[in-house]
């Protein structure tokens, strides 16, 4: 596609559910990026694909957060028995190579009641 | 630690008036810094790229600066239009193996008519 596309655009859950957000890259991008940002602050890091593989995980906050790109395109965060603080919106970003321009999408708003 | 500071946490101006937003830095070593705005509901889209011998660039009514002595970057908006209301997220990239990215927690702009 023309940009990075994130679904769904809003998610609203009940504590303990399990939540999948998708992330569809700028076609060719090999990195792909994934972050959490709070109301009012900077996207904070969680994880970094290079192709398939997770290059970095460093970034999720503990085991109820996972992260996959099994053919190195698509990409889908999962959050297992969600948590109120897991609110927040999760930022997708694509980039041609490691060390480029990062492309973002527009973002999935979740919101764990 | 890597860290990235801005300054003002926010601001309010009058359509047509300058501003200058500020971002204080200590990632090492430096590879690059950009400046993303990012609209309310939107993912940040990249205004400028600053590398390590760069000390001005502009886009339009934006103007970049870097001291890399300093460690200091500048972002002065000219004649500011009511759409330029958004966040602007500082943003550096180091240069080790993993070349991470460093956020910063932005300066929310508001331009009032």
């Known amino acids: 596609g023309a940009g990075v596309s994130q679904t769904p655009s809003n998610k609203v859950t009940e504590k303990g559910k399990y939540v999948e957000l998708r992330c569809d890259p700028i076609s060719g991008h090999t990195a792909l990026y994934w972050y959490r940002q709070s109301l009012g602050q900077g996207p904070e890091f969680l994880i970094y694909f290079q192709g398939t593989g997770a290059a970095d995980d460093s970034g999720l906050p503990n085991d109820r957060f996972f992260a996959v790109r099994p053919e190195g395109s698509v990409s889908t965060l999962k959050i297992q028995r969600t948590e109120r603080g897991d609110s927040a919106v999760y930022l997708c970003?694509?980039?041609?190579?490691?060390?480029?321009?990062?492309?973002f999408g527009e973002g999935s708003r979740l919101t764990v009641l | 630690k890597n860290q990235v500071e801005q300054s003002p946490q926010s601001l309010i101006i009058l359509e047509g008036k300058n501003c200058t937003l500020q971002c204080n830095y200590t990632v090492s070593p430096f590879s690059n810094l950009r400046w993303y705005k990012q609209d309310t509901g939107r993912g940040p889209v990249s205004l400028t790229i600053?590398?390590?011998?760069?000390n001005t660039k502009s886009n339009g009514r934006y103007t970049a600066t870097l001291d890399a002595d300093t460690k200091q970057s500048s972002l002065h908006i000219t004649a500011s239009q009511l759409s330029d209301s958004a966040s602007y997220i500082c943003?550096?990239?180091?240069?080790?193996?993993?070349?991470?990215?460093?956020f910063g927690g932005g300066t929310r702009l508001m331009v009032k008519p």
């Open positions: 600053m590398t390590f011998s760069e």
């Open positions: 970003a694509s980039s041609p190579q490691v060390g480029g321009e990062l492309f």
């Open positions: 943003v550096v990239r180091d240069n080790n193996a993993g070349n991470m990215l460093t």
